[in-house]
């Protein structure tokens, strides 16, 4: 299954590979430096009556000690930059990603232990699930 933040870096693919950027799901390796990671930050609640999730996705950017703070804020801003506003599309779990909006724009939020700079973006999102057959999303 793929989640929004599989999806989120997936579409980074291209990007990340002329970029030199490695993309991580989750948890930020202790290596690479430069890495960008995705993670899945919840989201308000479904709404079953017209059967759409507004989950939230956040992208974490990752510099290389000294002077990647330039490098890395400019990272985020191609994160940013390719994933605002994204047309429509399928997800590869069959769910169709209808919009990519901020939730909150570029922050930095200091240094990693390694003194590494890192900075995030965060997204919302809005899916409209598969809806499989004989079966209802019912509001509990």
């Not at 933040?5 to 948890?27: C, D, P, Q, V």
């Not at 993670?39 to 996705?57: C, E, I, M, Q």
């Given at each position: 299954?793929?989640t929004p933040a599989e999806h989120?870096?997936?579409?980074?693919?291209?990007?990340?590979?002329?970029?030199?950027?490695?993309?991580?799901?989750?948890?930020?390796?202790?290596?690479?430096?430069?890495?960008?990671?995705?993670?899945?930050?919840?989201?308000?609640?479904?709404?079953?009556?017209?059967?759409?999730?507004?989950?939230?996705?956040?992208?974490?950017?990752?510099?290389?000690?000294?002077?990647?703070?330039?490098?890395?804020?400019?990272?985020?801003?191609?994160?940013?930059?390719?994933?605002?506003?994204?047309?429509?599309?399928?997800?590869?779990?069959?769910?169709?990603?209808?919009?990519?909006?901020?939730?909150?724009?570029?922050?930095?939020?200091?240094?990693?232990?390694?003194?590494?700079?890192?900075?995030?973006?965060?997204?919302?999102?809005?899916?409209?699930?598969?809806?499989?057959?004989?079966?209802?999303?019912?509001?509990?």
């Amino acid at each position: 299954m793929s989640t929004p933040a599989e999806h989120l870096s997936a579409l980074m693919l291209t990007h990340t590979g002329t970029s030199g950027w490695a993309r991580k799901i989750g948890e930020s390796p202790k290596t690479p430096d430069r890495i960008m990671v995705f993670s899945d930050t919840g989201g308000p609640p479904p709404n079953p009556r017209y059967a759409l999730d507004f989950p939230t996705v956040q992208a974490s950017i990752r510099g290389v000690k000294g002077a990647g703070y330039a490098a890395a804020r400019a990272e985020a801003k191609a994160v940013k930059d390719i994933l605002l506003g994204i047309t429509s599309q399928t997800m590869a779990n069959g769910d169709r990603l209808v919009s990519v909006t901020l939730n909150s724009d570029i922050a930095y939020i200091g240094r990693d232990e390694n003194e590494r700079p890192l900075f995030t973006v965060n997204f919302a999102l809005i899916i409209e699930p598969v809806v499989v057959a004989n079966m209802s999303r019912v509001a509990l």
